[in-house]
Every structure is written in structure tokens, then in C-alpha cells.
């Protein structure tokens, strides 16, 4: 017997935050709600391998201030989110520092790098 739930959503790939009802019931996933394709995609995806953009800073030395913002430059798997602050945490940088410098590359063996969001 297939398990069957439904989830219901917000679509954040853009300002219109369509609300989405994702019905899973097996392998079968149907995706309702959204006005464009990239709402389907972003339906299938929560319900299969959330992933969450990390936006946070790290400590910086020598810097006008003693931390500089930092982000993952793609999606990280939701379930990592808590081991990639762990990574950004331990970084401890050195000025100067240009915005879209990597500063850890490949964390986590996710292909995701942290870089620095601002010059300092
Ligand atoms: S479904 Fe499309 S239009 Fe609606 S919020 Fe998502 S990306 Fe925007």
C-alpha cells in the first residue's frame, strides 16, 4: 500500500511566493499552485532534497571590523546546515579579503564553497 501525504508550501524562487501543495504518493510527486515551471521544480525539490542558502559572517583579523559576511555560493542540503556553520565558525580569515573570494572550498564534500560577500 503507497504512503501518501500532501505538504503544503511557499514557493521562494521569486517575489511572487505562489503557495504550492505538493502531493507525494509513492514515487509519484504532483506539484499544484505554481505559475511557472520553476515553482514544479521547487516543489519536487523540498520534498526530495531540500537545500538551503547559508548567510551568516566570519572572524576576520586586521579588518575594519572584526567579522566580514560570509555565504555558501550554492544551495547546501538542508540536513548539513548546522555542520556548515560549524565550517564558518572555525574560519578564522586575515584582511584583506575581496568580495567572491573563496575562503573554504568544498566543504563538506558538497561541491559548496563559502565565500565573502563584502570587500574588507
Ligand atoms: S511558482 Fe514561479 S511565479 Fe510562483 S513564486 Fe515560484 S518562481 Fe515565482
Do not use: Q, W
Amino acid at each position: 500500500m503507497e504512503c501518501c501525504y500532501e505538504k503544503k508550501l511557499v514557493c521562494v524562487s521569486c517575489p511572487m511566493g505562489c503557495r504550492l501543495t505538493v502531493t507525494v504518493c509513492g514515487d509519484n510527486i504532483n506539484v499544484s499552485g505554481n505559475t511557472c515551471k520553476r515553482g514544479e521544480v521547487y516543489g519536487k525539490n523540498e520534498v526530495t532534497d531540500p537545500r538551503r542558502m547559508i548567510c551568516s559572517t566570519a572572524r576576520i583579523k586586521g579588518g575594519v571590523h572584526p567579522v566580514v559576511p560570509v555565504k555558501t555560493d550554492k544551495p547546501i542540503p538542508e540536513k548539513l546546515k548546522f555542520k556548515c556553520m560549524d565550517v564558518i565558525n572555525s574560519l578564522d580569515l586575515k584582511s584583506p579579503v575581496v568580495a567572491g573570494d573563496v575562503v573554504a572550498a568544498n566543504i563538506l564534500d558538497t561541491d559548496v564553497n563559502i565565500v565573502v560577500t563584502r570587500n574588507m
